[in-house]
């Protein structure tokens, strides 16, 4: 099947491309001009549309019906950062023989300490609601982190994910791993090959994650106030490690109901499924965080840029909120109402992942590429809800109703 979508713009990943053909050849972006005699099944008129490559996720946790629910909305790519075992191989499966549910990257279970962060969520009723028994592998000492990276790596685990979070950003007290014990996970995962990422959640868990040796961080931190936004920005940018937004997660935890503006865009509710839209009544009592935590995490999302920092777009997105598909959609919104431009948001959401994760065959339109693809009307460099009024998606070639 070869598609031709005509004079459209394009953002390509990085910049905006005023007009320009796109060639779908199978499951690649092809070239347009190097066989312009070969025959063409379908033309699509992008006048007045933007082509964008597919939306990455870089922080999910999918579960039955969340990767369909995400290529919905054209986040063709979801980056799963911590999962139980049959749950993620149930997963893959489905990402595998399916082209109507996006694709999954996963580190399986996440390393933490015994009774340490997300252990207090993971009750017997959620596990139930997620449909399994599995509990979380914990490490206690040296010997178990090697054996923890050694099973995700059985499992075959994409990257690593670590815990540092002692409970203090919720008014709680937990375990969490020590410095020591961190470095060593990030040394056993390193030599196994892996990327390693952290959960933090407070600027001075998120430098005990980078001395030990992290690739990234999981989450904007959220305690640090404006005024120290550059100080502190400056201090993470020395590690040369990115850091994934999760601004819908902060806003959610912390009681803000800004999420809420989804239901009320018809070009999102239209799309919504009932079981996304259910979640936006739940109340995240368990998980408190700092009040001024949006604020907080907006200005650092600005400042660690500005330090050269990679900003990725995540959401943390779960079956009980936020939302998959849409809630990215309305982290790109957060993100350029925090100051970063449509097109930096945009990047957040599409090259910046694929390269920090290791996935060179997407995030950009260029020849040879997966044709993971967003089509829309408008132009979402000037006006970022864009994105959500949807023309056609495109996942490895395959447009989705």
């Given at each position: 099947m070869r598609t031709l979508i005509r004079d459209v713009r394009v953002f390509d990943g990085e910049r905006i491309v005023p007009r320009a053909d796109v060639l779908i050849a199978g499951d690649r972006i092809g070239e347009p001009d190097a066989a312009p005699d070969a025959p063409v099944d379908v033309e699509v008129d992008g006048t007045g549309k933007t082509l964008l490559p597919g939306l990455i996720d870089a922080h999910t946790h999918a579960f039955d019906g969340d990767l369909a629910e995400?290529?919905?909305?054209?986040?063709?790519?979801?980056?799963?950062?911590?999962?139980?075992?049959?749950?993620?191989?149930?997963q893959r499966r489905l990402a595998a023989e399916r082209d109507d549910v996006a694709d999954i990257r996963s580190s399986s279970m996440i390393a933490t300490a015994p009774r340490g962060h997300p252990t207090q969520i993971m009750t017997p009723d959620v596990l139930r609601a997620l449909g399994t028994d599995s509990t979380l592998d914990t490490v206690a000492d040296a010997g178990e982190a090697r054996a923890f990276v050694e099973a995700r790596l059985a499992e075959g685990a994409d990257y690593l994910k670590i815990a540092i979070d002692d409970g203090g950003a919720s008014g709680t007290s937990l375990p969490a791993l020590s410095p020591a014990l961190a470095a060593v996970l990030v040394e056993a995962g390193h030599a196994a090959g892996l990327k390693v990422v952290a959960h933090t959640v407070t600027a001075r868990e998120a430098l005990v994650a980078l001395d030990a040796g992290v690739d990234g961080l999981a989450h904007l931190y959220s305690d640090v106030p404006p005024e120290r936004a550059a100080e502190t920005a400056a201090l993470i940018a020395a590690y040369g490690a990115f850091v994934i937004s999760t601004i819908t997660y902060i806003e959610a935890v912390t009681g803000d109901p800004g999420g809420a503006e989804l239901l009320r865009d018809a070009r999102v509710a239209a799309r919504m499924s009932e079981q996304s839209k259910a979640t936006f009544t739940r109340e995240f009592a368990g998980i408190p965080m700092y009040s001024d935590g949006v604020v907080n995490a907006s200005h650092a999302a600005v400042a660690l840029l500005r330090a050269g920092v990679p900003v990725l777009a995540g959401t943390d997105a779960t079956p009980f909120g936020p939302v998959h598909g849409a809630g990215l959609h309305h982290e790109l919104l957060l993100l350029t109402e925090a100051g970063l431009t449509g097109e930096e948001a945009l990047a957040a959401a599409t090259s910046a992942p694929a390269r920090h994760f290791g996935l060179p065959d997407r995030g950009r339109i260029a020849p040879g590429l997966r044709a993971d693809l967003l089509l829309v009307d408008g132009d979402p460099a000037a006006d970022i809800t864009a994105t959500r009024a949807i023309a056609g998606v495109w996942r490895a070639g395959a447009r989705q109703d």
């Open positions: 995400a290529l919905a909305f054209g986040v063709t790519t979801e980056l799963d950062l911590n999962n139980l075992p049959p749950i993620l191989a149930a």
